[in-house]
C-alpha cells in the first residue's frame, strides 16, 4: 500500500518551526508538526483557512524517546515520512559558570538528544526505501564562538558532527543529510531587550522558511548539505 508522505516538524509551535510548518502546509505538503504545547498548534491549524488539513497538530516532548518512538509508530503506520526537520531548540544565554546543571541537562535533551532520537527514529524505514531526507536546523555557533552559550554550542555544534557522520554513512541508502545553520533571527528565544534593540538587522522566520521549503523541493542529484545564512549585516 502506497501511504501519503509527510513531513515531520519538530519545534514547530513557534519561532522558525512555525514558519517552516507553515509555509509547507500552505504549500500543499502535509506536516505533522511536532511541539509541547499542543493549544499553540491548534492555534495554528485554525488560522491555515482551506490549508489547515496539511497540518497535523502532535504533542510530543522531543527529549523523551519513549514518546518520540510511540509517536513514529504511529505516525509511519498511516503516512510515509519522507522528511524529518528537527528544528526543536532552547537556551539558557548564561555564561557557563553561571549555568546550573539542570539547565544543561534541558538544554543537551532537547537540542541535542532530542533530534538524535528523532533521526534514529525514522532512518531504518528511510534505509529501507532508499530515500529521505533529514534536515537539521542548527545556528551558527557551530561556526563561530559566542560568548554565554556554551551548553547551547555544545548541543549544536554535536548535532552537527554527529550530522556530518551520518551523511557518509547513508550516501548509498539516497538519504540526504543537510544542515541549515542561522544567524541571528528574530523568534522569541531571545531576551526582549535584545529582540528590542537587534530585531531590524534580525532575520525573519518567513524568509528562512522558504529557504528551507527550496531544499525540500531539490529532488534532482544535487543536495545543500551544509548551508550557512546570516543577516545580510553579519553577526550581532
Known amino acids: 500500500m502506497n501511504k ?6 519538530t519545534g514547530a509551535s513557534s519561532g ?13 505538503i502535509r506536516v505533522a508538526a511536532a511541539a509541547r504545547r499542543l493549544d499553540l498548534l491548534e492555534k495554528i491549524k485554525n488560522e491555515l483557512g482551506d490549508k489547515a488539513e496539511f497540518f497535523i497538530p502532535v504533542q510530543l516532548d522531543i527529549s523523551n524517546y519513549d514518546d518520540v518512538e510511540r509517536f513514529y509508530k504511529n505516525i509511519s503506520g498511516d503516512y510515509t515520512v519522507d522528511c524529518l526537520i528537527n528544528n526543536a531548540g532552547t537556551t539558557s544565554f548564561k555564561e557557563g559558570i553561571q549555568n546550573s546543571i539542570e539547565e544543561i541537562q534541558n538544554i543537551i535533551s532537547v537540542n541535542l538528544l532530542g533530534s538524535i532520537y528523532a533521526i534514529k527514529s525514522v532512518l531504518p524505514d528511510m534505509s529501507d526505501r532508499k530515500s529521505g531526507t533529514i534536515i537539521n536546523i542548527l545556528s551558527v555557533v ?3 564562538i559566542f560568548t554565554a552559550s556554551s551548553a547551547y554550542s555544545a548541543s549544536k555544534s554535536g548535532l552537527h558532527a554527529y550530522a556530518k557522520v551520518l551523511r ?3 550516501r548509498d541508502k539516497n538519504i540526504r543529510v543537510i544542515n541549515v545553520s542561522p544567524g541571528a533571527t528574530a523568534t522569541s528565544i531571545w531576551p526582549e531587550g535584545v529582540l528590542k534593540k537587534y530585531s531590524d538587522r534580525m532575520m525573519n522566520t518567513d524568509n528562512l522558511a522558504e529557504i528551507v521549503l527550496n531544499i525540500y523541493n531539490e529532488k534532482s542529484n544535487l543536495v545543500s548539505e551544509e548551508l550557512v545564512v546570516r543577516p545580510i549585516k553579519g553577526d550581532l
Open 4 to 9: 501519503n508522505k509527510i513531513v515531520w516538524i
Open 16 to 28: 522558525i518551526g512555525k514558519s517552516i510548518a507553515i509555509k509547507f502546509a500552505q504549500n500543499g
Open 142 to 144: 557551530t561556526q563561530k
Open 168 to 170: 557518509e554513512e547513508v
